[in-house]
């Protein structure tokens, strides 16, 4: 039997879906996680725990645990254990993604950097200390802008700015949720950087999508019905298949070939953002890891395949008779915060699961819990499926169930009395 | 008039590289034997003839039931065919399937019931307390295992790690005769989760 190494954030979505793909594959499966799990010692081995700050001592110890219990595949599950995998891959002379190529995929400074080099479309960027002064950056950067740290994710710290004055609070309202974040200085050397790049006006598509040596499979193209023109950029709706013409599909798919190729990224997955407008796509993200949150959740292949069955099985190098997605329509919304504060009711859930084409609503924030919006958040509330048999009937389906969601959320500070807010 | 055989396949909840095959009489009565290769295999005749197909990797006789495990996930039914017919041709020749004194008795659902229970005050729940969870057996169905899991542990990021992993793995060294473990928790209503999950 294969055993597979699985590399799991603690602070991952993840688990649970890359657990059972390997179950259903069959696979033995070790996990690896960043902090120590209280049943290590009755795990036999199965439990690891690893450093992912530190790729170089987490693939030496992964390299000795493999001398006794050979690997046939590491898999970093998010973000944060991507760099681990790929070391402890190069270490075990499995297929891996250069650590460089990881790094730029995940700091988007260098890597609007390598996309401008190879002439890969992206918007135009300027690169700030968070610690500068804004007043004198702000006359040297074309408006409408977006700002945006160089090292977070999820929309956290990202806001459209239309003139200078905007610059200026947006560039401050960043540094703050910079200096939160990382209080170590060495940390503040990676995270303390902001872009400011040209806002891209137009549509905007997620591609999903498998690299083998370098080729890009695609796997699913999503489209992101949610006008983003800011100021903040919260993700919502994704659905699929696309229903650009398929010219303008083609082209997103070479668009992405193309920033992996600048990028240096040859195995495993990718998930790219791209802005379309009249111009042809642009590279917003690519990032070297499969589509975040539960969205995973939207995407079924043909034989009911998972995406992450799909990674496991291309990491194992397993059979794959077929990375073709169901023919349902699908999608997906990731459920905006409306305002921060303390979570303590999700009201109309079963009356919304009633609708047609709505498959699942998973409220991932407990209640009692405190909520942050956009931009210093970097949480969703939940995620919402529907399927159906075409895009526009899977896409209304979701406005309407998010419809049917009443959030009770009370002021962050004294619980006073809980206010009721519609979904939107 | 001989009764003819009824064979009925169940695919595992747990684990799909497994199937259940329940025979209309009985196997291995009161015990249960588990074979991972051919040779180990000599006192059944029956283990012998499934091993003759090539995707299967191992056999469980217990009472009136043979588990097969085969070697990759993927597609049953042209497989169960094949196994069903080699189940109906070894038990046609007539002669045990398997040697009545084979492998070990099985314990009964108290049995079971009890070693787990002491599994968990003693070890699991002490451990996992430190992240404010807890592990209850909720009932032994044969050789079923329903648990639920609360604390920390309900909603956590890490559930199915801990689940699969740990405790999973300190049932079946602690009472090896478990055949599934099935998780009743519900995790979405989880008040107070160890790990939350936070980006991407």
Known sequence: MSRLLLLIPTASYRAAAFMDAARRLGVEVVVGTDQRQSLEFRSGGRLLTLDFKNPASG??????????????????????????????SKALSLP????????????????R?????????????????AAGAPERFAGSVRYPCVLKPARLSASQGVIRADDAGQFISAFKRIGKILRGMSPDSKESQNFGRILAEDFIPGKEAALEGLLTGGKLRVLALFDKPDPLDGPFFEETIYVTPSRLPAAAQKQIARRAQEAVRALGLREGPVHAELRIPASGPKIIEIAARSIGGLCSKSLRFKAGMSLEELILRHALRAPMDSAERESLASGVMMIPIPRTGILREVRGRREALKLPGVEEISITIPAGHAVTALPEGRRYLGFIFARAKRPREAEAALRKAHARLRFEISPPEGASLAESHPAR | MKQEIKITASLSAGNPTRCKFAVNRPLLPGRTVTYSEARQAAESPLALALFEILEVSEVRISGDWVQVTKKDAGNWAPLAKKIGSGIRSALERGANP???????????????????????????????????????????????????????????????????????????????????????????????????????
Do not use: W
Request: overall charge negative; aromatic content about 4%.
């Open chain 1, 59 to 88: 693939a030496r110890q992964i390299a000795r645990h493999a001398l006794k219990n050979p690997l046939a595949a590491v898999v970093g599950v998010d973000e944060e254990s991507l760099l681990l995998a790929a070391a402890a």
């Open chain 1, 113 to 129: 950097g390598l996309l401008k080099k190879a002439g890969v479309p992206s918007p135009d960027f300027k690169v700030f200390s």
């Open chain 1, 96 to 111: 891996h993604n250069a650590a460089a190529a990881i790094r730029a995929a995940r700091d988007k400074a260098l890597m």
């Open chain 2, 98 to 200: 398997v040697a009545p004194n084979a492998g070990k008795e099985l314990p009964g659902p108290d049995e079971i019931r009890l070693k787990i229970e002491r599994l968990f005050e003693t070890e699991i729940n002490p451990a996992i307390a430190s992240h404010g969870g807890f592990v209850e057996l909720l009932d032994v169905k044969g050789a079923s295992v329903y648990l639920q899991m609360g604390g920390g542990c309900q909603g956590c990021g890490m559930a199915n790690v801990t689940l699969r992993q740990g405790i999973e793995t300190s049932i079946r060294d602690a009472v090896p005769e478990v055949e599934e473990i099935l998780d009743s928790t519900d995790h979405a209503s989880g008040a107070n989760p160890y790990y939350q999950p936070s980006k991407k």
